[in-house]
């Protein structure tokens, strides 16, 4: 069986944490092209990988027929674009979450897969959890009997990413901490209730503790150093409810609020139990019987969630299998964030 030959787009970190190191490790891949429009970050993949050609343009992988896949590790503005290009070239696609800035953009990429033929897979890695995939199984089986509601929590002290840079500039990330951080969460609920239709959604962004750059204090900034020529015109925080085929969400999520706590989880509430799941952590299950509350904190080993992702991607292409992270079903997480956006703006209920 011949490798696989793939070209990473994009050489900053999830590719270099997550993407290459999962590649490397699996024989049946082959990374031929490192691609970053900073010439150093593609020339510093291939020192650091021992393989690969460095490039700043990805439209060299695309006119080499050897070139099988890619994985698309840019900043949100160009997914859609280089997705779109990749497909029409013959090169199947991971595209790194969220799949587009908007839901039209991500409805775009979906008309040219459905075109072209090409695997479209969108990196919501949590499907890929194996804590997720158990709550998913659970509920499936009935054990949390009618999942009526899910809250969801995705909260931080002062944690807004580089501040001025990528992340607070709409044009280029389309959103903040909602698209940011709530795609993930959002999608997480969404597979495990089965990828329920969404119906109606009412949400409220803010962008407040961030505006004022200068005067914004934080602990730390992942993504900075903060650039204060820069722009910030993003959500900071969020609150949504969403009405679907199954059951309702509710969330809160906030890059930066004023409650110097941490909170980072979901609540799947059922009739007979309840689950709730630490953001990419365990979980614990509680329920009742013969008149006895119980608390189980279950016990498993975990497999690596971005190695099964690209693992299966591979996979995928070689027997075309639709994957649960395919953008036919992903991009219904696309289409509640652009209504939780549209619902803020207008001050009323979105219906779907």
Known sequence: MSTL??????CGTIASASHIKAYMANPEAEIKYFCDIIPSKADQAVAENGCGIAISDYKVAL???EIDAVSICTPNHVHASISIDCMRAGKHVLCEKPAARTYEEALEMQKVQHETGMTLNIGVVNRFNTSVNLIKKMIADGELGELYHVYVSFRAHRSIPGLGGAFTTKAIAGGGALIDWGVHFLDIVMYCAGDPEPKTVSGQTFSKLGVDMQGYAYESMWAGPPNYEGTYDVDDSVTALIRTAGPTISMNGAWAQNI???EMFIDFLGDKAGIRLQYGSSFKVYSSKDGVLLETSPS??????FQAEIDGFLSSIRTGEKLPSHIDTVILSSKIIQGIYDSSDAGREIAF
Not at 300 to 305: E, L, T
């Open 300 to 305: 498993f080993r975990s497999v690596d969630m």
């Open 260 to 262: 110097g706590e941490r």
């Open 5 to 10: 030959k793939v070209a990473v787009i994009g």
């Open 63 to 65: 006119e080499d027929p």
